[in-house]
């Protein structure tokens, strides 16, 4: 379990990074796709309910992290981007569950979504703000010569 939220935290990152750097048009297929590489590549995540469930999380997060940034600064978007795909998720796994026909608990999924990855959100509050900007200098500087 702790692999998966690893991975997990990763495959945010990485959608979180393509929304910002790339806009929304690119993230958000990033988004999708990646659970599918992920789940083909690894097998986690399982596609079925939680590999559906992450498509439209992180399709959600790099749609609106690529929005969000030509709106408001990084600082307040990612929060927001964060707080909108986990809504997202909760919303995606509580249709598939329901779907089949097995019971969803909501103290589950926030303690899944938000206390155990406590780690992650901290670390990707602190290390995307940071690798957006550096990417923006680089572009600017290279834009430059």
């Known amino acids: 379990m702790k692999r998966f939220r690893v991975l997990t935290a990763a495959l945010c990152a990485a959608v979180l990074l393509c929304g ?12 999708v796709i990646t659970p599918l590489i992920s789940s083909s590549l690894t097998g986690m995540p399982v596609l079925m309910p939680t590999g559906v469930a992450m498509m439209f999380e992180l399709m959600t997060y ?5 929005m969000l940034l030509k709106k408001i600064n990084i600082y307040i978007a990612l929060p927001i981007t964060m707080l909108l795909g986990r ?3 909760g919303i995606a796994n509580l249709l598939l569950l329901d779907y089949l026909g097995k019971p969803y ?9 938000f206390v155990k990855a406590i780690p992650g959100i901290v670390l990707q509050l602190i290390l995307i703000p ?7 200098h680089l572009q600017v500087k290279h834009n430059d010569n």
Do not use: D, H, R, W
Not at 62 to 66: A, L, Q, R, V, Y
């Open 105 to 113: 608990a909501l103290e589950i999924f926030l303690t899944t979504a």
């Open 87 to 89: 809504a997202v998720s």
């Open 130 to 136: 940071m690798l957006v900007k550096v990417v923006q």
């Open 20 to 31: 910002f750097i790339c806009g929304p048009t690119y993230g958000a297929l990033l988004g």
């Open 62 to 66: 790099g749609f609106i992290s690529g």
